[in-house]
């Protein structure tokens, strides 16, 4: 059974940094992308982040876009979320998830192309 855990998450004031890092566990898998997903209770998971493993192209949200980098490390198949100047808006359970056969039906920011995910970490900013 292939899995990812997250870890990383905590509470900080407004104005931190938090890195988030993802690993697999369990059987290895090809990887095509990874990204990060958040979610607020009561609303639609969203799109963080995204990073294609191969040449590394990266994608961002909007909203986390001059703040946030996302990186991966090839050989140990791990995946890194840097954030700072963490505003009280970037509150949520963090999900990290992998796309292992690139099929590409949807766009990197779609959940719909992830197949495998972690089970969160909570981030939490306080003002």
């Known amino acids: 059974q292939v899995q990812l855990v997250e870890s990383g998450g905590g509470l900080v004031q407004a104005g931190d940094s938090l890195r988030l890092s993802c690993a697999p566990s369990?059987?290895?898998?090809?990887?095509?992308?990874m990204g990060w997903f958040r979610q607020v209770s009561g609303k639609e998971r969203e799109f963080v982040a995204a990073i294609t493993w191969r040449n590394g192209n990266k994608n961002y949200a909007d909203s986390v876009k001059g703040r946030f980098t996302i990186s991966r490390d090839g050989v140990k198949n791990t995946m890194t979320l840097q954030m700072s100047n963490l505003i009280p808006e970037d509150t949520a359970f963090y999900y990290c998830a992998a796309d292992p056969y690139g099929r590409r039906e949807y766009s990197l920011g779609d959940a719909r192309s992830y197949s495998i995910w972690g089970q969160g970490t909570q981030v939490t900013v306080s003002s």
């Open positions: 369990g059987r290895a898998f090809g990887t095509y992308a």
